[in-house]
């Protein structure tokens, strides 16, 4: 059984490829707007690192964004996954957001971020206890095993 990370996948890869949902661990939206700038909206299974007790739900950080665009995307988000915002630092988490974590919903989170906020999107995808068919039926150019 195998550990390992899907990387720099397009939302059309992930779109057109079903995976085991059931041994997903981690998703990560990364929307990148420039050389310099860019987004990034994630999902962890066990929850996402929020102060010392993880809370159930997505997070967000944006780097290099202007204010009004991060607060644009926030409500955008929070508009599809709705959720209580709640903020630590430079990252906005939506607790108890409605999150799907197939891929159709991942790669169409992924597709609505690119067409309102004309960026490029790439999506990771962390699985757990993968088969080695699995592992080879998957993403394999875009692979990195975890140990």
């Known amino acids: 059984m195998a550990r390992v990370l899907y990387w720099h996948l397009t939302p059309q890869e992930v779109l057109a490829k079903p995976y085991p949902?059931?041994?997903?661990?981690?998703?990560?939206?990364?929307?990148?707007?420039s050389k310099e700038?860019?987004?990034?909206?994630?999902?962890f299974k066990a929850g996402?690192?929020?102060?010392?007790?993880?809370?159930?739900?997505?997070a967000f950080y944006a780097i290099g964004i202007s204010k009004e665009?991060?607060?644009?995307m926030i409500e955008f988000i929070h508009g599809k996954v709705g959720g209580r915002l709640m903020r630590r630092g430079e990252r906005t988490f939506f607790a108890d957001a409605?999150?799907?974590?197939?891929?159709?919903?991942?790669a169409g989170f992924a597709l609505s971020m690119e067409d309102k906020f004309d960026a490029r999107c790439e999506i990771w995808l962390e699985f757990d206890l993968l088969s080695d068919d699995?592992?080879?039926?998957l993403y394999t150019a875009k692979a990195v095993p975890i140990a």
């Open 48 to 58: 996402v690192p929020y102060d010392k007790e993880p809370i159930l739900g997505l």
């Open 69 to 72: 665009l991060e607060d644009e």
């Open 134 to 137: 699995e592992v080879k039926s």
């Open 98 to 106: 409605r999150i799907g974590i197939d891929n159709e919903y991942v």
């Open 37 to 43: 700038s860019y987004s990034s909206i994630y999902w």
């Open 21 to 33: 949902v059931g041994k997903l661990l981690h998703w990560e939206i990364r929307c990148i707007i």
